[in-house]
Structure formats: C-alpha cells, structure tokens
C-alpha cells in the first residue's frame, strides 16, 4: 500500500493500481465518513458558479462539508491535499506539495512515467499555461504549470473534465 501523506516517489518510480493508493489512511472508493474531520481545512462544491462560491465561502466549515457531501465537490486536509466527493463516496485524490517527486522540468514527467495517454496544453492571454499529462491505466491526472515551471498538482481516481 502507497500512502500519500508520507511518501509521493513511488508514483513515479514503479508501476502501481489504483487499489494500492491510500492517502491519510483513506482509499478511492470509501465513504466520506471515513475521512477524519477534525483534519479538514475547507470545502468546495463543484455545482457553484463564481457569484454562489462566494457566498459560499461566507457559510461555516461544517456547512460547507455538508454541502460537498450533498452535492459534491472537494474536501480539503490543510493546504496540500484534498478528496472529491460524488454521492458521498470518494472518488478522488489531488496532492499540492510535490517536492519530494524530484520533478523540477516539464520533459522529466515523460522521463519518469512513459509517454501519457492524452496530453492537453492549454493556453491563456494567448501564452502556453498549464499542460494535463493523463494515465489511464492508474487513473494518474499531473499538471505542469508553464507560467511558473513546476509541477502544479498529481489528481488520482476517475478523471474530471475541464
């Protein structure tokens, strides 16, 4: 078993299954009753536009929760780790703080873990932004930011379109 909160390198560093990942004692798959509460930091339900996540972000933390629980969204433990939440089940993980993967150049992602199965780049103000690398055997989502050359974020679990 691979668990997150204390070790990232072997993401990249052997071939794994989703089942194998657990983060903060949690898996894919459980209930949100299984996440520690006392641990969780904010919430975001992913049905708001920009107006209603305002006054969202006004509601108390419980209330918040128990919106993503509701109507789905992301549970967040402190500033780098977060569950999505549909139907009350969890179905994914991101991870903020990644450092410790060693990936410091776009070009080390396809080193690392073999050519992806779909790369989308996007584009802002007309200059190259961030870049999805996809892996669908792990259910493995990383995002390169080229604005700030480092590697934004690693989601796991099933796949949420922009």
Not at 44 to 69: A, H, M, P, Y
Not at 87 to 106: H, N, P, R, Y
Request: charged share 30%.
């Amino acid at each position: 078993m691979i668990e997150l909160s204390k070790k990232l390198k072997p993401l990249v560093k052997k071939q794994w299954e989703l089942s194998d990942i657990q983060m903060l004692g949690v898996n894919i798959g459980d209930t949100y009753e299984s996440i520690d509460r006392a641990s969780v930091s904010d919430g975001n339900r992913l049905d708001l536009n920009f107006e209603q996540l305002k006054k969202e972000s006004e509601l108390s933390l419980v209330d918040k929760l128990d919106g993503v629980i509701e109507h789905g969204g992301w549970i967040r433990i402190g500033g780098s780790c977060a569950y999505r939440i549909e139907s009350g089940i969890v179905v994914q993980f991101a991870i903020t703080s990644l450092k410790s993967l060693g990936i410091k150049k776009e070009a080390q992602i396809v080193k690392y873990l073999g050519e992806p199965d779909e790369k989308n780049e996007f584009v802002r103000h007309g200059k190259p932004a961030e870049v999805e690398y996809y892996y669908e055997k792990n259910k493995f989502l990383l995002v390169w930011s080229n604005p700030f050359n480092k590697l934004l974020n690693i989601n796991i679990g099933e796949r949420i379109s922009r």
